[in-house]
């Protein structure tokens, strides 16, 4: 089974304290789904239409197990969390096999 990367790029952040709660519930229940955090904060450097807006690079054992842990209860509580404060685009894309 291949390992996946769950990659979350934040477009617009729209209010600071609804992304705070999104934080404190979206790290554990990520952890507890098995996720890995590889890299989140603001990039170093953006290309082409890339911006410097926050994203995060979160790796899984597998496709599988990253989309239950983004429909899992305890993610979601985090979504609900965030609402309106940020626009997102979350990808899950499975690994290159070794």
Known sequence: MARAYWVNT?????????????VALAGPAIHAGGGR?????????AFESGTTNRVALIEFDSV????A??????YQAAVEALGD?????IRIIEAIPD
């Open 37 to 45: 955090f590889l890299a989140r904060g603001n990039p170093a450097a």
């Open 69 to 74: 842990t983004y429909e899992g209860p305890e």
């Open 10 to 22: 934040f477009r617009e952040i729209r209010d600071e304290a609804k992304l705070d709660a999104y």
């Open 64 to 67: 599988e197990q990253a989309v």
């Open 85 to 89: 404060g940020a626009v997102r685009d």
